[in-house]
């Protein structure tokens, strides 16, 4: 069994990624935001496109973020439950490096295995790049990629999330666990899936799969 774990709004309750964009990228971002929800541009693409818009230092954004960590309850005691039973963790997301390493080394757990959107500062904003194992570019399917990949580690994947980024990986894992949009995009699909509050919620049910 591998358990692979979305991050904005899945092990933090609020969405960084849209808090940062929303206090420090020009208002394009939210243009750029509806073409990605009407299919026009992939996450990926997306994210590309509007964290150039941002031109923030990277130290300004990481002070910001800590501020407004909002960990979703549950999610230390569940990794320690994956811990003592040599169940893999792995955090895949669309998301950024620099936001995401910051809140892991704040709660104390830099160490999670992390696949993310790769990050470098520039003056004309911040560069987002996505890699698969190899090392080869990815502009879509990010999250499908690697989900793909674990599978050669362990068939059995369990998938956490809680949005629309996350469907098409969801759609291919053994079990899901799903919360807000996610929740209800799955309703028609025919995966096998639970609800969640929080991680307590998935960890009652783990123990007994």
């Known amino acids: 069994m591998i358990i692979q774990c979305d991050f904005d709004g899945t092990i933090t309750r609020n969405n960084l990624s849209v808090l940062l964009r929303e206090h420090f990228a020009s208002a394009e971002w939210q243009k750029i ?4 929800f009407c299919g026009s541009l992939t996450v990926e693409q997306s994210n590309k496109l509007q964290y150039r818009l941002i031109r923030e230092s990277k130290e300004k954004l990481q002070e910001f973020v800590r501020q407004h960590i909002e960990l979703r309850p549950g999610f230390p005691e569940f990794v320690g439950y994956c811990r003592e ?7 895949v997301s669309s998301g ?3 936001y995401i390493e910051t809140v892991l080394a704040q709660i104390g757990m830099p160490d999670l295995e ?3 959107g790769q990050t470098s500062f520039r003056k004309d904003g911040i560069c987002v790049s996505y890699f698969n194992t190899e090392g080869d570019i990815i502009n879509e399917g990010f999250k499908e990629k690697h989900l793909t990949w674990l599978k050669k580690r362990d068939r059995d994947i369990i998938y956490i999330g809680d949005g629309f ?3 098409e990986a969801a759609c291919h894992a053994g079990y899901v666990f799903a919360t807000g949009h996610l929740l209800e995009l799955l309703s ?5 899936c ?3 509050s929080n991680f307590y919620d998935i960890l009652r049910q783990v123990c007994l799969l």
């Open 33 to 36: 935001e509806n073409d990605y």
């Open 85 to 91: 039973n040599a169940i893999p963790f792995v955090i």
């Open 96 to 98: 950024l490096d620099f």
């Open 114 to 116: 992390l696949y993310c």
């Open 165 to 167: 980024s996350d469907l």
């Open 188 to 192: 028609t699909k025919p995966v096998v």
């Open 194 to 196: 639970k609800g969640f």
